[in-house]
């Protein structure tokens, strides 16, 4: 909108001031796009101003769901505690008046109080043990310097999991010590939950959910790949991903702000998006990789090459055929 009222009035200026004033009609077209620099300034500003309270109010969010399940399995586990605490006292006694009865009943009988009681006991321990299972970690152990990956990992492939989604992941034992060159714990945590989430929006609408997380290693570089069986990025996103809030499912919860997320730590870090479509069938559809080698590349492997080339005009893309 500025540009046009600026080209307006640099037009309407020449028409006035004419031919022979062409010094004047200059000056006063400098003058005016002297005046409106700042208007653009500010104008940016405002925008990035306003995205960026709009992430910090959606981290926040993401943060009170993650709080509150935390603070539902406490509960849980809590009411667990109390009951258990009563529980066992009462089968303690009803193994002690056991043994003090023994002397008065004959083998068989005693050996149907033992077997009643030993029921009780292994219903109360079965049951103890499903309850404990959905809050125990989903993932392997990362190191007591890296709780805070291993939680949001955990979250994430415990929320895919039990949304019907058949998740696996894998972990190299060199990932971690590397990728803290390039990535602090909380940017990993962010760039973990963004991927995985985003992945479990493109399956949304597909029959077949599979999610396979990796944190290896490509050539001495730490990766972080996610492959899922969602539906492909469109065009459009690929066209304008890391340069606009894009997304392939904004009627499904999607808004674009995990990929801008994830490109802004990518050039931060200097590390190279790859983007490869999966050859079907097989398990996934797509794969998204981000590899810290230092190069900054964004690279698409597709089979739609001709048509993504026609709608693409950006000079950081490369894309190949698969």
Known sequence: MCICIIVFCCLLLNYVLGPDHHFYAVLFQLIIIAMFIPLIVWWRHKIKESYL????????????????????????????VHKDNKLVSAMASSVLTLLEKAPEYDREEFLAQCDSLHKEL????????????????????????????????????????HSGICTKYNIDSNFMATIETYLTDEELAHILADMIQNAIIAMKATAQQNLLISLHMINGNPTISVMDSGTEFS???????????????LDEGGSGIGLMDIWQLKIKSKASMIIKELPQPGNYTKQLSIIFDGKNKYVVFTNRKQELT??????????ENI
């Open 53 to 80: 309270a709009y992430l910090r109010e959606f981290e926040l969010t993401q943060l009170h769901q993650q709080i509150n399940d935390l603070s539902a399995d406490n509960e849980r586990l809590s009411r667990i």
């Open 122 to 161: 292994s219903e109360l321990s079965l049951h103890r043990q499903e309850l404990l299972v959905s809050t125990t970690s989903e993932v392997s152990p990362l190191g007591n310097s890296h709780k805070l990956v291993e939680a949001v990992l955990s979250y994430e492939v415990k929320n895919a999991r």
């Open 235 to 249: 065009p459009e996103v690929l066209q304008n991903l890391g340069l606009a809030p894009c997304s392939t499912h």
């Open 310 to 319: 026609k709608l693409t005009n950006r000079f950081d893309m490369y894309i």
